[in-house]
């Protein structure tokens, strides 16, 4: 049956009639951001066997295993390593799928019926694990008792994909439901990513590209204040000089090293140029602070972030109010539990004392912060 996304009256209804369709263990095709794909529950193993059949699918070439988050890649991978969490934040949602070694005893993969187990990943050694972006099919995600066995909706060795109707053509009878949401977003398929500890590899190339890749595998530190224009973006200048002294490299090329570092405000207004007490007090320390322009805290840039190092208790309490999925990454610059005061409009010794202050907190993260997790392949 063919549904059409798009005339659709409740949104909802579909997504609940996929999520049974799915546990009653039929075949559901989805349009995805890359292309359309046709989907088995991994908790029915005669849907995923009968999913490799009607693809012609050979053994060894496995099913993504579609997940609704990145947290549930812990899941499956219980030990993944701070670039696979970094990349899984980041790009999830999206064209990306990751591969793993997934040989952990306490995968839930071992959970799986054997036959679905080898079609997601043969040999037990690594898997291939996807949050598409597409309201649908996460929808159905987050309503179904496991994850789905993911492919593209074509028999193996033809194209792509792109239109339902290229779907129907492609699979006809083999389908209980075809959810036609028009041409796929982008065409082409997801980027494979190999994730082996701190390394990546691109397995297939597809929407995301290499340089792109690139900045998303960067470690990226985050300084917060208030109104982003003393105390962070002070905090933001500081650790650029004092990681590229320690990185040997000048600070315009940190981000071509893997680290990315950038400061917010909890209530900053866009475009703010920082205070003329903090640039003057970073210029007599040879760092220049007077290109900077405020910007607020927003989500995106928390979720990105590796760490996320605030000036006071109240900005820890706002953020993780806001964001409480920051917890394990965000905590107070200094680390005896003390706090960064403000010294907007104090006289200039009250910031060359909170530049002193700043740097010392610095000096003792950079100390502990792994730069070698930065996942250049």
């Known amino acids: 049956m063919v ?8 949104a909802r209804d579909l997504v609940h009639r996929a999520v049974q369709a799915l546990a009653e263990g039929r075949l559901v095709v989805f349009p995805t951001e890359t292309v359309y794909g046709v989907a088995a529950s991994a908790l029915c193993a005669d849907a995923v066997r009968r999913l ?3 693809k012609g699918r050979k053994a060894g070439h496995p099913f993504a295993l579609a997940v609704k988050s990145a947290e549930d890649a812990l899941d499956y991978v219980p030990d993944l390593s701070p670039l696979g969490q ?5 790009l999830w949602p999206g064209p990306v799928t990751l591969v793993f070694d997934c040989e952990h005893p306490n995968s839930l993969l071992h959970k799986l019926d054997p036959d679905v187990r080898e079609a997601v990943a043969p040999g037990g050694k690594t898997i291939g694990l996807r949050v598409p972006a597409h309201s649908v099919i996460l929808d159905v995600l987050r309503l179904s008792c496991g994850p789905l066995a993911l492919t593209s909706a074509n028999i193996s060795g033809e194209a792509d994909s792109t239109t339902a109707e290229q779907v129907a053509q492609s699979l006809g009878d083999d389908i209980a439901l075809l959810f036609d949401d028009g041409p796929s977003r982008y065409g082409q ?8 500890g701190n390394d990546w590899t691109i397995l297939r190339e597809g929407v995301v590209t290499e340089r792109n890749l690139l900045r998303f595998a960067s470690m990226m530190i985050l300084f917060v204040c208030t109104g982003n224009t ?25 981000e071509d090293r893997g680290v990315v570092v950038a400061s917010a405000g909890i209530a900053a207004f866009s475009g703010s140029p920082a205070t003329p007490e903090a640039v003057e007090v970073m210029k007599a320390g040879g760092m220049d602070l007077s290109q900077h322009e405020s910007q607020p805290l927003t989500e995106q840039l928390v979720r990105q972030a590796d760490h996320v190092f605030v000036m006071t208790r109240a900005h820890l309490d ?9 917890a394990d990454r ?14 907007l409009g104090r006289p200039l010794e009250h910031y060359q004392r909170t530049a002193e202050q700043m740097k010392a907190s610095i000096t003792e993260w950079i100390d502990e912060l792994d730069f070698d997790q930065t ?3």
């Open 318 to 326: 706002a953020l993780l109010g806001e964001w409480p999925q920051a």
């Open 330 to 343: 965000a905590k107070l610059l200094c680390r005896d539990g003390g706090e960064v005061a403000d010294p």
């Open 189 to 196: 398929s997801s980027t494979v990513v190999r994730v082996e």
């Open 86 to 90: 970094r990349l899984a934040r980041r």
């Open 375 to 377: 996942g250049r392949d």
């Open 230 to 254: 003393c105390r962070s973006p002070m905090a933001e200048t500081v650790f650029r000089a004092l990681v590229a002294q320690r990185m040997g490299c000048k600070v315009e090329e940190l």
């Open 3 to 10: 549904v059409d996304i798009r005339k659709a009256d409740d």
């Open 52 to 54: 490799a059949k009607i």
